[in-house]
């Protein structure tokens, strides 16, 4: 049975759908529910494209015994990342995947029939388009998970077995996506380390504020000492005016100097909080492949 590496969950608040849906990926993968993986992983990918759920995408087919697509996820995770540490071990997965799938040339074709509403959905089976409906176009014979999607409708996932002696059909009712306004993105639409740098760049700002207003009040504060070392008659209303002056330009170093630290601190938190999960690991074709890198949001 095929092992995961787990990292530290984070609460449940701040975990986003991506992660989630990796989350329920790397559950489905562990209980061999490799077609169940295979829609989670799809399902955070559409989120947040990532060559680590490139990666898992193929181990699942890979464990499905589906050679084509675990070789096109393969060499796709490769594309994606070039420098990846466990590049010799992939591609010695690659090879063994080739003479497998060599071997399983000679499988039946049968003819798979897919409808929908509406018409010109994309066909994917095993995560391969085959085509738009309506559809009728050969693929192995076994087990297969057939995806159906299009702009604007909810993506139809299952799983069916192609069998040549009663060749499969399917007709897909699409369901529209809810309508109204979509839910807006964390942070206005901006990434959390864009809202990071934004909060550090404040509390910079407010910082050199507060040492401007800080100069003024030490200037003030100057002054009066000058004035209350030679005081004159005249002095009075330029001391009172000193005063007053000095005392609000304090206060605003303070307030200032308070926002700087909140704003920092807000930009410092941003900046270095998530987590790092790992992907699943082990490889029937031998020995244990697994990206170094982990994965974060």
Known sequence: MPQVALAQSPPAEAESPAKAAYRAGVEHFK???FADAIREFNKA???????????NMARAFEELKQYASAIEYYKRYLEM??????RAKVEDSLRALEILQKAAATEAKVMLTVTSVPDGAKVLVDGREVGVTPLKAEVPAGH???AVEAPGYT????ELDVD??????AHIVLVPQPAGPAPAPAAGGMTRDAWAYIALGLGGALLVGGGIA??????????????EANPRPTDKPEYDTLKSDGKTFALVADGLFVGSALAVGTGLILLFTGGQPEAPEGSPSGGTV?????WSF
Request: aromatic share 8%; net charge positive.
């Open 164 to 169: 040549a002696v009663n060749p499969p059909s």
């Open 155 to 158: 993506r139809h996932s299952s």
């Open 31 to 33: 209980k061999q529910q």
């Open 290 to 294: 697994a990206p170094a890198a982990g």
């Open 45 to 55: 990918y559409r989120l947040d494209p990532n060559p680590v759920l490139v990666f």
């Open 81 to 86: 990342a070039p420098q990846a540490p466990d």
């Open 144 to 146: 297969r998970y057939l």
């Open 214 to 227: 800080g100069w003024q009040a030490s200037k003030k504060a100057d002054k009066l000492d000058q004035i």
